[in-house]
């Protein structure tokens, strides 16, 4: 059974900069795709920010392009997301995700992941 754990979060003024972790115990999740969704209050979930099993290849959600950068440790299982420039429409609950399966690709659909971190607040105020 994998489990993730997110941690960072927190309040920051509009301009400011957090950096998201995830920390993934149970098994060893190289080559596994990983992601980062966010939900607003009232809201849908939605992606961040996603890599593939290697690392190599990376997909933003449009709104957060240049601002968040989505990185990987898999020696340590650990999954980050280091948000600069923050907005206050980037005020969510955000999530770590893993996929089931190994792959050198990213997935972008709330669908092609299993497991599930409890989630951290990020608040922008402006």
């Known amino acids: 059974q994998v489990q993730l754990v997110e941690s960072g979060g927190g309040l920051v003024l509009a301009g400011g900069s957090l950096r998201l972790s995830c920390e993934a115990s149970?098994?060893?999740?190289?080559?596994?795709?990983m992601a980062w969704f966010r939900q607003p209050r009232g809201k849908d979930r939605e992606i961040v920010a996603a890599?593939?099993?290697?690392?190599?290849?990376?997909h933003y959600q449009d709104s957060v392009e240049g601002r968040f950068t989505i990185s990987r440790e898999n020696a340590r299982n650990m999954l980050y997301l280091q948000m600069n420039n923050l907005k206050a429409e980037d005020t969510a609950v955000y999530y770590c995700a893993a996929s089931p399966w190994t792959s050198t690709r990213y997935y972008t659909s709330l669908d092609d992941y299993t497991y599930w971190g409890q989630g951290t607040q990020v608040t922008v105020s402006s």
């Open positions: 149970g098994r060893a999740l190289n080559d596994v795709p």
């Open positions: 890599i593939s099993g290697d690392g190599i290849v990376r």
